[in-house]
């Protein structure tokens, strides 16, 4: 590697190797989350609007957990992160917590990017039919808290292309300016594709489904072949919406990255 590329990398403190290290990490908190989720059924009540009479609140229980929820965690500093997203930013009191002095990394064009609205439609709409039985246990709060738990590990994720759009432009920004200089998404698009890297993550995924969601007993090490969750499932969310909505901030970032 080139002097120049090393030190500015290592000015941030961050390589795209490293980057994909803490996505590789990230995996692990998402699957158990969804193996955790999968212990309820559907519980459609939880996302019944109309159902849901909340003195003083007018949304479905997820909504009212996710809402108040995300307050406390906001007042207690939660989204001064960058790596942190909420789903409710019109509502998101301010942290009432010393600022932590987190390493200046992206630049402001982070600050314009959230697609937790769109995260939240393919949650509710797409994953969790595939992800849970039907059936309703009452467990209702629970489910909720569960939600929860998956919206912010997949968000989390999701807003982390702002750092590997970061290192990507570091390492080669006389690639990147003039497709940013040009509004140029599709040219971004496959600029910052390694169709490779997502075929490893999408069999990488299934592989850590499999293997975290079987039966543990002391009798046997085999798992019958039966899991927790559908581990094709878990590759499919990586392959139809995981990755697209990653590519997808990391353009929005790129687009604005020398504004
Ligand atoms: C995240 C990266 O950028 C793109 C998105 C990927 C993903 O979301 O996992 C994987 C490969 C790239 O096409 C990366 O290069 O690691």
Redesign the pocket.
């Given at each position: 590697m080139a002097e120049t590329e090393a030190s500015s990398d290592s000015a941030a403190g961050m390589t795209?190797d490293a980057?994909?290290d803490a996505?590789v990490r990230q995996e692990d908190t998402i699957i158990f989350y969804l193996i955790e989720r999968a212990k309820f059924p559907i519980n459609s009540p939880t996302y019944d609007e109309s159902r849901a009479s909340i003195l003083g609140f007018g949304g479905s229980l997820v909504q009212f957990i996710v809402k108040e929820t995300e307050a406390a965690q906001a007042k207690a500093g939660r989204f001064q992160n960058p790596e942190e997203h909420p789903f409710f930013p019109d509502v998101t009191p301010p942290s009432l917590v010393p600022p932590y002095d987190y390493p200046l990394v992206l630049h402001r064009a982070a600050d314009f990017i959230n697609v937790n609205d769109q995260i939240w439609d393919m949650y509710f709409k797409e994953l969790l039919p595939l992800l849970t039985e039907p059936g309703d246990d009452g467990n209702y709060a629970s489910t909720a808290s569960s939600d929860l738990n998956c919206l912010q590990a997949i968000s989390r994720r999701i807003h982390y292309?702002n750092f590997?759009a970061e290192v990507?432009f570091r390492d080669a920004p006389q690639d990147y300016e003039p497709a940013i200089r040009a509004q140029d998404r599709d040219a971004l698009m496959k600029l910052?594709?390694?169709?490779a890297?997502?075929e490893m993550?999408k069999k990488r995924v299934e592989k850590k489904a499999k293997i975290f969601s079987q039966e543990v007993t002391l009798n046997s090490t085999e798992s019958k072949g039966k899991y927790k969750i559908n581990p094709s499932m878990v590759s499919r969310l990586?392959g139809e919406w995981?990755?697209p909505l990653?590519?997808h901030v990391?353009v929005e970032y790129l687009l604005r990255r020398l504004d």
């Open positions: 795209l980057v994909r996505l292309g590997v990507k910052l594709t390694f169709e890297v997502e993550v990586y995981i990755m990653t590519k990391e």
